[in-house]
């Protein structure tokens, strides 16, 4: 029998299993300069600035291609139209401010009552067990149900639209503010008493930091809801408020706010002014979401590491 040295000697190696030696590793780039293409790319503005191109590149086809009656929906090139001249001749500057005005009266009465009903809930039982049982029975109830009481109570005025606008912005403020503080851990309270807060201190400086985040959805889901629910409300009886002011007709247009130049157009069926108006509370919305709580956002909760942006 042949030993056991021969035949280690006579075994073959398989040339995928040779080791023939480990070539000198290429090292990548550590840093690389980015490309125009990538640099642009990585712009939170320009890329949602492209999405609304192809949305309008698309609106544009649809309407000139399937030959759409423009009384029911009109080309992106009217409604354009439509809009700068509801600017430049008509005055929907003016209205854009009267409805921004009462929008910020009715938001301002609306988050200091969230406030004192959050404090109460955080004071003592009985303002906890108040602010939960409200906001159960409230907060599904939409605001504009309400406007038939408001316009019972407070006549066709702006005192009716701030009434319904208080109840949009009441609930979700408070809500989400007081979930906020539910969510602050035990540490940073007990924190808090070592240090001998009370009261309002103890609110300002453990709680309302802790739960900013919270406080912020509230404001903004707050402010959505007041913004289309003033909208909805001047479509209802915006008309009616100006027949009881006596300021019908053009030289009285101004003072409506947005609702009233869309319910007024629909009249007359402008549908392409119709569209120029729901442009103009597109518009707003995202320039007060961007240019005011984004910008809040990143100064607060962003730079403090609270959420990733």
């Not at 729901?278 to 007060?288: N, R, S």
Request: hydrophobic share 50%.
């Amino acid at each position: 029998m042949p030993s056991e040295g021969n035949n280690a000697g006579s075994l073959h190696v398989r040339d995928e299993f040779e080791n023939s030696g480990v070539e000198e590793a290429v090292v990548g780039d550590i840093e690389r300069r980015l490309t125009i293409w990538e640099r642009v790319s990585n712009m939170d503005p320009v890329r949602k600035f492209s999405v609304l191109i192809l949305l309008v590149v698309a609106w544009e086809l649809y309407t000139r291609i399937g030959e759409i009656n423009e009384l029911m929906f009109p080309t992106f090139t009217a409604t354009a139209v439509a809009l700068v001249d509801s600017f430049v001749n008509l005055g929907l500057l003016v209205n854009v401010w009267n409805s921004i005005s009462l929008l910020f009266t009715g938001y301002c009465i609306g988050v200091s009552i969230a406030a004192v009903l959050v404090i109460l809930g955080v004071w003592t039982r009985f303002g906890s067990d108040l602010l939960t049982t409200l906001t159960a029975m409230l907060n599904p109830l939409p605001a504009i149900a309400l406007l038939p009481l408001a316009m019972i109570w407070f006549g066709l005025g702006p005192q009716a639209i701030v009434f319904t606008l208080l109840h949009s912005i009441i609930w979700p403020v408070a809500l989400n503010t007081h979930a906020g503080f539910q969510g602050v851990s035990e540490t940073l309270r007990m924190v808090g008493r070592n240090y001998g807060l009370r009261g309002l201190p103890y609110i300002f400086k453990i709680l309302v930091p802790a739960s900013f985040p919270s406080i912020l959805t509230g404001l903004r889901i707050g402010w959505a809801y007041a913004w289309r629910t003033l909208i909805a409300a001047e479509l209802v009886f915006g008309g009616q408020v100006q027949d009881t002011s006596g300021q019908l007709g053009a030289e009285g247009s101004n003072a409506g706010g947005v609702g009233w130049i869309i319910f007024a157009n629909q009249m007359e069926n402008q549908t392409p002014y119709v569209f120029a108006g729901l442009f103009t509370v597109i518009i707003v919305g995202i320039l007060i979401e961007n240019g005011f709580f984004r910008n809040i956002e990143d100064r607060t909760v962003r730079r403090w590491g609270m959420q990733q942006g």
